[in-house]
């Protein structure tokens, strides 16, 4: 099968530079793009990556919110999630116990999708390498431009508004 470069590259963000915010960005053009329904595959990824990003900030009740989401709506999608090389039944159970975790206020720790297809894992290691980074980063002193992304562009965006209305 072949693998859409949008999809490499949520696995990408998600896996080597941890940077959940610019998964959602990635997956979300694309399922945007493709005119997809909201019950897509795609929203669920979407949901599991805007999760982790709110775990992560502390956020703990909106992870728990969109995991739950994502649970829901990925537990119906198991031909379509082992045609995307990711094992469904290890995948949901790494779901569940990551809902779990966060609803009992555990310290944030990253977690990896269980890649069954050796083509998507040789792409993603190989997409990795070009960008200088490890796949399964342990997610140790992430940069605060990644931790607090959504407050960045923020002000990055209003700086461009305060200009452009001068």
């Not at 599991?48 to 909106?62: E, M």
């Not at 790494?94 to 310290?107: A, D, G, R, V, Y």
């Not at 490890?134 to 002000?155: C, E, F, M, Y």
Request: proline residues 3%.
């Amino acid at each position: 099968m072949d693998f859409p470069l949008s999809y490499i590259k949520y696995l990408y963000h998600f896996h080597a530079d941890r940077d959940y915010f610019e998964c959602h960005e990635v997956l979300e053009e694309y399922w945007k793009d493709h005119g997809m329904e909201r019950s897509s595959i795609w929203v669920g990824f979407i949901q599991v990556a805007v999760s982790y990003y709110h775990y992560r900030y502390g956020n703990r009740k909106g992870a728990v919110k969109l995991m739950n989401k994502a649970i829901r709506l990925l537990k119906d999608k198991q031909v379509e999630i082992d045609q995307l090389g990711i094992h469904y039944p290890e995948f949901i159970k790494i779901l569940i116990e990551s809902q779990q975790i966060m609803s009992k206020q555990c310290p944030y720790k990253a977690i990896n999708f269980p890649i069954k297809d050796k083509k998507l894992y040789t792409l993603c290691q190989s997409y990795c390498r070009k960008q200088g980074m490890s796949w399964g980063n342990a997610d140790i002193n992430t940069p605060v431009q990644i931790l607090k992304k959504h407050n960045w562009r923020r002000s990055r965006n209003k700086i461009k508004v305060d200009i452009v209305s001068f």
